[in-house]
């Protein structure tokens, strides 16, 4: 039962991930993945924040987006190396700060 819950709230997660992005980039266009960043960072407060595999695994899990945020810093430093820094390494500052946040506020 614990699987299928998971899996659920991973379609979740994968959902609010994809309208988190497509309202960022609506709002500020998509020259620089502000959405990502901001799911990158929710996430990371919420997995500090949250426990136990539904939430943590299945919903944040679901919702976060490493692999896209790695893409992106490659695809960014196609065009400046500056803002290619500033994205990986301003997404792991902001992203360690917010897990501690959700961690202090259990």
Known sequence: MTLLLVAVAGGIGAAARYLVEAAFAARVGDEYP???????????????????PVLTTGLVGGYTTFSAYAVQVVRIDGRSRAAAVGYGVGSVLLGVLAAGLGLGLR
Do not use: E, P
């Open 34 to 52: 502000w959405g990502t960043l901001v799911v990158n960072v929710t996430g990371c407060f919420l997995a500090g924040l949250l426990s136990g």
